[in-house]
């Protein structure tokens, strides 16, 4: 349990205060715009080293997740979204081979993921799922063509479409 605190102490998700427990941070919409910023070039960094280095194996797992979103709509289940989406998240960032790009990704991904989180109450939840289902089905499409700059480009549009989403949404 401790453990778990001190990481999410780390990712800046929780203040643990000596003597009073643990709250949560609240989400400052200055510091997500920033995260974002960020965000979005890590993303296009992430596409173009896919595009290179993705496996057959690595995309076969990618459509796997896709085809098990699918069925995702009729359950409604939040929490089993962005598992799927997690998911969909580890298997592109292990196919980059770098550690600390994947650890900065998780990093800025977990920050914004509590806007995410956010969002749902305020949106169609078969809209989220099938922007899911888009995200992935586009992601495999433009690294099996194994184009670093379009892959790159991609990815950077997936956030920037992500962010104009959420402004709508408030």
């Given at each position: 349990m401790r453990e778990a605190l001190s990481k999410l102490e780390w990712d800046k998700l929780v203040t643990i205060m000596p003597r009073?427990?643990?709250?949560?941070?609240?989400?400052?919409?200055?510091?997500?715009?920033?995260?974002?910023?960020?965000?979005?070039?890590?993303?296009?960094?992430?596409?173009?080293?896919?595009?290179?280095?993705i496996t057959d194996n690595q995309l076969g797992q990618l459509q796997k997740i896709q085809a098990e979103c699918k069925g995702?709509?009729?359950?409604?289940?939040?929490?089993?979204?962005?598992?799927?989406?997690?998911e969909f998240r580890e298997t592109l960032n292990n196919s980059i081979e770098n550690a600390s790009l994947k650890e900065i990704s998780d990093y800025l991904y977990n920050q914004t993921l509590?806007?995410?989180?956010?969002?749902?109450?305020?949106?169609n939840f078969s809209l989220e799922v099938e922007e899911e289902?888009?995200?992935?089905?586009?992601?495999?499409?433009v690294?099996?063509?194994?184009?670093p700059?379009?892959?790159?480009?991609?990815?950077?549009?997936?956030?920037?479409?992500?962010?104009?989403r959420i402004k709508s949404k408030f």
């Amino acid at each position: 349990m401790r453990e778990a605190l001190s990481k999410l102490e780390w990712d800046k998700l929780v203040t643990i205060m000596p003597r009073a427990g643990a709250i949560v941070t609240p989400v400052e919409f200055q510091k997500m715009r920033d995260v974002f910023q960020v965000r979005i070039n890590i993303e296009g960094l992430i596409g173009n080293l896919a595009a290179e280095r993705i496996t057959d194996n690595q995309l076969g797992q990618l459509q796997k997740i896709q085809a098990e979103c699918k069925g995702l709509s009729a359950r409604e289940n939040i929490r089993e979204l962005i598992s799927k989406d997690i998911e969909f998240r580890e298997t592109l960032n292990n196919s980059i081979e770098n550690a600390s790009l994947k650890e900065i990704s998780d990093y800025l991904y977990n920050q914004t993921l509590r806007v995410w989180y956010m969002v749902f109450s305020r949106n169609n939840f078969s809209l989220e799922v099938e922007e899911e289902i888009k995200e992935i089905e586009k992601t495999i499409e433009v690294l099996s063509r194994r184009d670093p700059l379009k892959a790159e480009q991609f990815r950077r549009d997936v956030i920037v479409n992500y962010v104009e989403r959420i402004k709508s949404k408030f």
